[in-house]
């Protein structure tokens, strides 16, 4: 199974200011397509998760442009250009390469 | 708008069975792949099992073999999973969600979860 290390476990971000948030795969997710399947889910206090990030960096629709994915084969990046109160929450990312989809352990974001 | 809206959770005695149900809504679902994910609180999120359009590619976690049965009603609307020999660690909430294109299994919607919990 792909390993999916999310790094750090937790963020405590004052608003207006940056944040981001690092996943590391134990193998490429690149596939014979030319994709790299690598996803960003939210999940907010009391809800199920939402898709932020598909394919290393393409925003799902309605996903604000303060949200940005980069990264390749085995390192990527989930950045948020200016922490707002809306995005406290687990951030997880996730690998669709190959079954089973693996995701990683979550970070916490909170606000100061 | 797309909706998902699973059901046929509940408390289940270890070695039970359970169904669950995820009505789907606002999209064209014969069209969809469909996947289950479940939150633990020990493990996180995990992925159970998926399944293609038409009812083919079929694939399950390795702790689904054999004790869980992914299938859909195209007529219905409505994705299922069939669980059994259920033990404490199935004990989650269960996600469906709609794969974000033929070919992919990651889901791009999810429902809201129905809670499952196996205790005796």
């Known amino acids: 199974d792909i390993v999916m290390t999310q790094t750090p476990l937790s963020l405590s971000v004052t608003p207006g200011q940056p944040a981001s948030i690092s996943c590391k795969s134990s193998q490429s997710l690149l596939h014979s397509d030319g994709k790299t399947h690598l996803y960003w889910y939210l999940q907010k206090p009391g809800q199920s998760p939402h898709l932020l990030i598909y394919e290393v960096s393409k925003r799902f629709s309605g996903v604000p442009d303060r949200f940005s994915g980069s990264g390749s084969g085995t390192y990527f990046t989930l950045k948020v250009s200016r922490v707002e109160a809306e995005d406290v929450g687990v951030y997880y990312c996730m690998q669709s390469l190959q079954f089973p989809l693996t995701f990683g352990g979550g970070t916490k974001v909170e606000i100061k | ?120």
């Open chain 2, 1 to 120: 708008e797309v909706q998902l809206l699973e059901s046929g959770g509940g408390l289940v005695q270890p070695g039970g069975s359970l169904r669950l149900s995820c009505a789907a809504s606002g999209f064209t679902f014969r069209n969809s792949a469909m996947t289950w994910v479940r939150q633990t609180s020990g493990k996180g999120l995990e992925w159970v099992s998926r399944i293609g359009d038409n009812g083919d590619v079929i694939a399950y976690a390795e702790f689904a073999k054999g004790r869980f049965t992914i299938s859909r009603d195209n007529s219905k609307n409505t994705l299922y999973l069939q669980m059994n020999s259920l033990t404490a660690e199935d004990t989650a909430i269960y996600y469906c969600g709609r794969a974000i294109s033929r070919g992919v299994t990651a889901p791009d919607s999810w429902g809201q979860g129905t809670l499952v919990t196996v205790s005796s």
